[in-house]
């Protein structure tokens, strides 16, 4: 069972999520209801996945009750704007095959074009329609969030960034914890890539008798952030959920600290999305 932490509007999220960035639409359903089999019970997806469909299949087929479930999804860059953002919302709902989302959220800021504000109005109306149970941001910057509080009236219940050891975000952390946005890591695992295999990574795996991935999940969980780790193997995915009978010290989480290097494997969200 993974335990949830509660959004700023009262709504249950479970703290570990099954990410499906990257996982083609035709693979997406069988990845789904493996994850849900296994015990997850919440979802990351997005419209520019590509694989709305294979998740909705992946919910139907698991045969996991709705109002057991948690799922998230994003308004892309091309359908930012009020009417847009509304009419990318009903296609995503459609693609899902579901009634409502549990979390809908607008995937990049695109500061240079200057329509989040109003992309974040049509969610308020979905917020407000009962459509979403509770909406956020992802790769929002410090001063995106700060004009968005300014302007709008519905504080994002949680603001998506990129997040790993190598990349910790201590400002936007310290941000979203005064304003009460819960702090949601993507990448969690940096991608696979290299922090699977650095020395102090490996050395706490080894003393938990755990993999250096389920260590990385347990830093995260142990920050009180909610990750949504990705994988398309059944036995990785089974592997990422295994990170709830330990804990890291006080030892290993300095180890952990010393590891920010300040450096993006993915998006700068200052720049990205500026080309549409
Ligand atoms: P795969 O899908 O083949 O399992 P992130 O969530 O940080 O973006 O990381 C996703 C990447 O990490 C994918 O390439 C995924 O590959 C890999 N990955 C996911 N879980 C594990 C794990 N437990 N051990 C090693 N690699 C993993």
Same mark, same amino acid.
């Given at each position: 069972?993974?335990?949830?932490?509660?959004?700023?509007?009262?709504?249950?999220?479970?703290?570990?999520?099954? +990410?499906?960035?990257?996982?083609?639409?035709?693979?997406?359903?069988?990845?789904?209801?493996?994850?849900?089999?296994?015990?997850?019970?919440?979802?990351?997806?997005?419209?520019?996945?590509?694989?709305? &469909?294979?998740?909705?299949?992946?919910?139907?087929?698991? +045969?996991?009750?709705?109002?057991?479930?948690?799922?998230?999804? &994003?308004?892309?860059?091309?359908?930012?704007?009020?009417?847009?953002?509304?009419?990318?919302?009903?296609?995503? =709902?459609?693609?899902? +095959? =579901?009634?409502?989302?549990? =979390?809908?959220?607008?995937?990049?800021?695109?500061?240079?074009?200057?329509?989040?504000?109003?992309?974040?109005?049509?969610?308020? &109306?979905?917020?407000?329609?009962?459509?979403?149970?509770?909406?956020?941001?992802?790769?929002?910057?410090?001063?995106?969030?700060?004009?968005? @509080?300014?302007?709008?009236?519905?504080? #994002?219940?949680? $603001?998506?960034?990129?997040?790993? #050891?190598?990349?910790?975000?201590?400002?936007?952390?310290?941000?979203?914890?005064?304003?009460?946005?819960?702090?949601?890591?993507?990448? #969690?695992?940096?991608?696979?890539?290299?922090?699977?295999?650095?020395?102090?990574?490996?050395?706490?795996?080894?003393?938990?008798?755990?993999? #250096?991935?389920?260590?990385? @999940?347990?830093?995260? @969980?142990? @920050?009180?952030?909610?990750?949504?780790?990705?994988?398309? $193997?059944?036995?990785?995915?089974?592997?990422?959920?295994?990170?709830?009978?330990?804990? =890291?010290?006080?030892?290993?989480?300095?180890?952990?600290?010393?590891?920010?290097?300040?450096?993006?494997?993915?998006?700068?969200?200052?720049?990205?999305? +500026?080309?549409?």
């Amino acid at each position: 069972q993974v335990p949830s932490i509660t959004l700023n509007n009262g709504v249950a999220m479970p703290q570990l999520g099954y +990410g499906v960035w990257q996982i083609p639409d035709d693979e997406t359903a069988s990845t789904v209801a493996t994850a849900l089999e296994a015990g997850y019970r919440s979802v990351d997806t997005a419209a520019v996945y590509g694989n709305e &469909k294979g998740t909705g299949r992946g919910i139907a087929r698991s +045969g996991v009750p709705r109002e057991e479930l948690f799922v998230t999804t &994003k308004v892309w860059n091309s359908d930012q704007g009020y009417d847009a953002t509304l009419r990318a919302f009903d296609a995503s =709902l459609d693609r899902l +095959g =579901l009634e409502h989302v549990d =979390l809908y959220l607008i995937h990049w800021p695109m500061p240079s074009h200057d329509r989040y504000i109003d992309t974040w109005r049509a969610l308020e &109306k979905i917020l407000a329609d009962g459509r979403s149970r509770a909406i956020g941001v992802c790769n929002f910057r410090p001063q995106d969030l700060e004009r968005l @509080l300014a302007e709008t009236d519905v504080v #994002p219940a949680v $603001n998506q960034i990129e997040l790993h #050891p190598q990349f910790q975000q201590a400002e936007l952390r310290a941000l979203h914890e005064r304003h009460s946005i819960v702090t949601e890591s993507w990448s #969690p695992l940096g991608q696979g890539r290299g922090l699977l295999e650095v020395p102090a990574v490996v050395a706490v795996a080894r003393k938990h008798g755990r993999t #250096p991935a389920q260590v990385v @999940l347990r830093w995260h @969980l142990q @920050l009180g952030l909610v990750t949504i780790p990705k994988s398309a $193997n059944p036995s990785r995915i089974r592997e990422n959920l295994e990170v709830f009978g330990f804990e =890291l010290d006080t030892e290993d989480l300095a180890a952990f600290a010393a590891l920010d290097e300040g450096r993006r494997l993915g998006f700068d969200p200052s720049t990205f999305g +500026g080309t549409i």
